[in-house]
Structures are given as C-alpha cells and as structure tokens.
Nanobody, 125 residues
C-alpha cells in the first residue's frame, strides 16, 4: 500500500524558515514524480513545487527564490525548504506522488496520484 507521511510543519514568524518532508513507501522498482501543494482556508488547493525522477524542478511564481525542493539519494523522501516565509504562505501543505503505470504497488493497479495527509504551516506577521 502506497503511503505518504509528511512532517515538518509548524508556526513561525514572517521571515522564518521551515523544512517539510514527505516520506513515501509501498512501491518498488520505480521512482516517483513528487509535488507539493497547499490549501489555505477558503481557497482552492494550489501547486507549490515539484521534482521528477530526473531531478527537474518546478516552482510556483509565488515561491520562486524562497522555496527549494529536493530529494534524498534513494529518492523516496522529498524535502521542501521554505525560507523567507510570509503570512500568505499559511496553509495546509500536501505531498503528492505520481508513479509510472508499470510500477509495482503490491499487486494493485497504480492510481493516478497518491496524496499525503497534509502538514500545517502557519506564518505570523
């Protein structure tokens, strides 16, 4: 069973930093494309940053130059380093992975995407 566990959220003052982690498990023989999304109260979920198996990265314009996405050597944990945080960064942050269709996920069919449970980030002014 594919599982994602996010951690690292918390409360910080504006200008502070946090590092989020997303640890993925339950799949074998492939690498995931991983993205971070966030959702603030009353707003739609929005893309923040992504990294693929070839280490290509993408960022939303709102976080460019402040956030950095990376993964560990095994590529089963993805990090989001968030610097110069602003109150408007306050949201629930979710990790999502996309697996190749041929990836082994315990005898089941690969789903279109897998989401974590989210970790809260609160930035005060």
């Amino acid at each position: 069973q594919v599982q994602l566990v996010e951690s690292g959220g918390g409360s910080v003052q504006a200008g502070g930093s946090l590092r989020l982690s997303c640890a993925a498990s339950g799949y074998f023989g492939c690498f995931a494309d991983t993205s971070w999304y966030r959702q603030a109260p009353g707003k739609e979920r929005e893309f923040v940053s992504g990294i693929d198996k070839d280490d290509s990265t993408t960022y939303a314009d709102s976080v460019k130059g402040r956030f950095t996405i990376s993964h560990n050597n095994a590529k089963n944990t993805v990090y989001l380093q968030m610097n110069s945080l602003k109150p408007e960064d306050t949201a629930m942050y979710y990790c999502k992975i996309v697996l190749p269709s041929w990836c082994y996920v315990g005898g089941r069919s690969v789903e279109p995407g897998y989401w974590g449970q989210g970790t809260q980030v609160t930035v005060s002014s």
